[in-house]
């Protein structure tokens, strides 16, 4: 079973920041939090990943709380092409990615 | 090439027939891995080969399925004697290595439909 907690669905105006919350308050010491997207009938596509330090890419930011409890993906000038299933993942080893039922993301005109 | 590269994309096939699904990962990736997802689920892990080995084959539904991995690179996920529940989108990844930390990169997918 998933060992993170997300949102089912959330929506964002086009232009604006998209903020995705996950909780995974039972995330171990070694263990990676870990972003991918799924648009329908495409494979995942990776966004971001992140130990304890805040990251920072061309698609994404993840900022990881302190306790590394929770983290929020952020997209910072969401655009429609942005809607899709956001999985968020805590993995202590690249071949343990389980996905949860992840947040849709809507990103509305 | 730049990404994952699975075949077919997509397979209809009759139910009792065998199928081969195959998967060309990232240049370089000693890592591979293979999940299914079914309609509306989630992912399943079904096995991951680091070189052409396969430590943990646990996630393979039944000894129908086998999978194989030759000079670390291709890998081949063979169904037999299909059943209409193996219906699915089977996709292939791939890493550097198993190492926690490691992005993995996904294809786009095999669809697989056995009528």
């Known amino acids: 079973d998933a060992k993170t907690t997300q949102p089912p669905s959330m929506d964002c105006a086009e232009g604006r920041a998209a903020n995705l919350p996950c909780n995974h308050s039972t995330i171990s010491g070694n263990e990676y939090v870990y972003w991918y997207r799924q648009i329908h009938s495409q494979g995942p596509q990776y966004i971001i990943h992140?130990?304890?330090n805040n990251e920072t890419n061309e698609m994404a930011s993840l900022i990881i709380t302190e306790d590394r409890k929770s983290s929020t993906l952020i997209l910072p000038h969401a655009t429609l092409r942005d809607t899709a299933v956001y999985y968020c993942?805590?993995?202590?080893?690249?071949?343990?990615?389980?996905f949860g039922s992840g947040t849709q993301l809507t990103v509305l005109p | 090439g730049a990404g994952v590269s699975q075949s077919p994309s997509n397979k209809v096939t009759e139910k009792g027939k065998d199928v081969e699904l195959r998967c060309d990962p990232i240049s370089g990736h000693t890592a591979l891995y293979w999940y299914r997802q079914s309609l509306g689920q989630g992912l399943e892990f079904l096995i991951y080969?680091?070189?052409?080995?396969?430590?943990?084959k646990s996630g393979l539904p039944s000894d129908r399925f086998s999978a194989e991995r030759t000079g670390g690179s291709v890998s081949t996920l063979t169904i037999q004697r299909t059943q209409q529940e193996d219906s699915a989108v089977y996709l292939c990844?791939?890493?550097?290595?198993?190492?926690?930390?490691?992005?993995?990169?996904f294809g786009e997918g095999s669809w697989l439909t056995v009528v």
């Open positions: 992140g130990l304890k």
């Open positions: 080969f680091q070189g052409n080995s396969a430590p943990d």
């Open positions: 990844a791939s890493s550097l290595s198993t190492v926690s930390g490691n992005t993995i990169y």
């Open positions: 993942i805590n993995s202590g080893s690249a071949r343990q990615l389980t």
